[in-house]
């Protein structure tokens, strides 16, 4: 069926429809249990494009989580989707750590202009718990210290080496006993005093107490890794003299610090990496979601004086997979960052941010909105509860428009592609405040 480019939301059926509850049922038989929330019963994606999705029973709707923040230059972007037909068809997959191809030298290169810093020498991955896991392997070997310093709320991925770092018990509590254990954490402080976090003056003192542990019993701090704003954790934006603080901590020879901009990075804040906007770079970045705009592809990319702690390639590289350094993936990552570029999505997230915040300011006034946060294309309103989070996510998913509840569950993210139109954002907006009410 032809889609019209900037569509506004259109049911056919009841939300869900019959044929995505068909699916769920079918899922239910042969997918983990504990992988896809089948309650309450979700929509099933057939087509997206731009900031608009439509499920099995072509219903339409209005798209603001960009596929958990993939698609920052919109669903199907006929560029990104180009450059990968070409690709595919010519050499979809090559020996990326033994004879890569062409296209991992030409993202590896363009990684290294865009990055701030000193930022210049790249591992590539799958996805950002993989690049974080490079990012804690590299402090390890720069640093020969154990010890890792997080954040509360932080979330790093679920791999056995991210899932150390990341903070949520529930993740972490079935495997606790096979997690390194030398990870520390910190209250992550607020920079809007409704926040359910810490203060800066308690991240100070505990952070301090924190290192100074660690070193007293013998596994001293070497990494220090961080979300320049909070994203699954609940879009806490921290106080402006956080990352700067930071920094000053790491020395980037004995603690390396570490920035996870998996889901902040790659455009979402109106510049390339949202620690831009503190003027603060890390010794270590991490990257994923947004960076090919589709398929999996993650980096993290370091200083050249903390990457030259791995120990050059004889053949055997000590971390690598099959997958590194995709062709496919590494050709959608250059197109990604080229629409970007030519589309100037940077300044557009900027002020449709600035659209976002304007209009979620007023909410609010209302006894159900507690507070607004957030930047660029990643922001979020704070309801009273988590039941008030979920359920005005549902009632959006009724009225046509796609939304996740981050945190607790108490807060609904706002996260769409830059390609939405001004009508798209204001409609989706209408539903949303209408869902909130």
């Not at 591992?123 to 640093?143: F, P």
């Not at 050249?304 to 050709?331: D, Q, R």
């Not at 629409?339 to 940077?346: P, V, Y």
């Not at 704070?382 to 989070?389: E, F, H």
Request: with cysteine.
């Amino acid at each position: 069926m032809s889609r019209a480019a900037d569509a506004l939301p259109l049911l056919r059926t009841g939300i869900p429809g019959p044929r995505s509850i068909a699916l769920g049922e079918r899922l239910a038989r042969v997918e983990s249990r504990n992988i896809t929330t089948l309650d309450p019963r979700p929509i099933f994606w057939q087509e997206a494009w731009r900031a608009n999705v439509a499920d099995v029973d072509d219903n339409i709707f209005i798209d603001l989580t960009s596929g958990f923040g993939v698609a920052f230059a919109g669903h199907s972007n006929p560029r990104v989707a180009a450059a990968l037909g070409r690709q595919a068809a010519v050499l979809p997959h090559a020996l990326g750590d033994v004879y890569p191809a062409a296209a991992k030298v030409a993202l590896l290169e363009k990684l290294a202009s865009i990055a701030p810093g000193d930022l210049a020498i790249s591992i590539l991955g799958s996805d950002g718990a993989d690049a974080v896991e490079a990012a804690l392997k590299t402090a390890a070997l720069h640093t020969g210290r154990p010890g890792v310093l997080a954040f509360e709320g932080g979330y790093h991925g679920l791999t056995y080496g991210a899932l150390a770092a990341t903070w949520r018990s529930d993740f972490r509590g079935p495997f606790l006993q096979q997690l390194n254990p030398h990870v520390r954490f910190a209250p992550y402080p607020a920079g809007e005093p409704d926040a359910v976090a810490g203060s800066m003056e308690a991240t100070r003192e505990q952070v301090l107490a924190q290192l100074d542990a660690a070193e007293r019993e013998g596994f001293p701090i070497g990494a220090v890794i961080v979300e320049p704003i909070l994203g699954r954790g609940g879009l806490v934006m921290p106080p402006p003299e956080f990352l700067p603080w930071l920094r000053e901590l790491c020395d980037g020879r004995s603690r390396v610090l570490i920035f996870d901009e998996v889901y902040t990075g790659m455009g979402r804040t109106g510049a390339w990496f949202a620690c831009e906007h503190t003027g603060v770079a890390p010794d270590v970045l991490a990257v994923g979601k947004a960076l090919t705009g589709s398929i999996p592809l993650s980096a993290a990319i370091g200083t050249p004086s903390v990457m030259a702690a791995w120990p050059p390639s004889t053949g055997e590289a000590i971390h690598t997979s099959t997958f590194l350094g995709n062709p496919a993936a590494c050709a959608a990552a250059l197109a990604q960052i080229a629409e970007i570029e030519a589309g100037g999505l940077l300044a557009r997230a900027h002020d449709l941010g600035a659209m976002i915040e304007a209009r979620t300011a007023g909410w609010v006034t209302s006894k159900k909105v507690m507070a607004r946060r957030g930047a660029g294309l990643l922001q979020g309103v704070r309801l009273a509860s988590p039941a008030a989070g979920l359920g005005a996510a549902l009632r959006a998913l009724e009225a046509g428009v796609i939304i996740m509840a981050e945190g607790d569950g108490s807060v609904l993210a706002i996260t769409p592609p830059a390609c939405i139109s001004e009508t798209q954002l204001e409609t989706a907006l209408d539903s949303l405040e209408s869902a909130i009410a």
